[in-house]
């Protein structure tokens, strides 16, 4: 386990658009609400959130192999990558920090091929269905596998 207090908030495609991407599904909050809440929460932990957000694979799995060795945990919406992200699952795999994958969306609700996650195996869990507090659940669990509570 790192000493490291830093937690990676990673998103994937199509996230950065929050807050006027069919707001039915995915709400109201921007992605940098998001990040300001759980950078609020983080801090009653000692933690610090880093986040990043990017319609590319390639971008994504550079900014965790840069980031993976100073960090304690990662949140990790994947967007889209969840179902075709190969490359991002072995990228994930390599890591030996906690993970949470998170969606917005109860993403077995929808259409067919939004069940299969091909990222979630690299995860120690997914938090799926409760819109933005999907984030705060998983900075609880990253908290509480760092021993910060």
Do not use: W
């Not at 980031?67 to 969840?82: E, H, K, M, Q, S």
């Not at 990228?91 to 998170?102: D, G, H, K, N, Q």
């Amino acid at each position: 386990m790192t000493d490291s207090k830093v937690v990676l908030v990673v998103n994937g495609p199509n996230l950065g658009i929050l807050g006027r991407r069919e707001k039915h599904i995915y709400g109201e909050k921007t992605l940098s609400d998001i990040v300001a809440d759980l950078q609020n929460r983080a801090r009653a932990y000692g933690l610090e959130v880093k986040p990043f957000q990017s319609n590319s694979e390639g971008e994504i799995i550079d900014f965790i192999e840069q980031n993976a060795d100073n960090c304690c945990g990662i949140i990790i919406n994947p967007g889209a990558l969840t179902h075709y992200g190969y490359a991002l699952y072995d990228c994930l795999r390599a890591v030996s920090v906690p993970i949470v994958e998170v969606h917005l969306s109860n993403i077995f609700e929808r259409e067919e091929f939004r069940h299969t996650s091909v990222t979630a195996p690299a995860a120690g869990g997914v938090i799926c269905g409760f819109g933005s507090y999907s984030y705060v659940l998983a900075l609880e669990y990253i908290a509480s596998r760092n021993d910060l509570k």
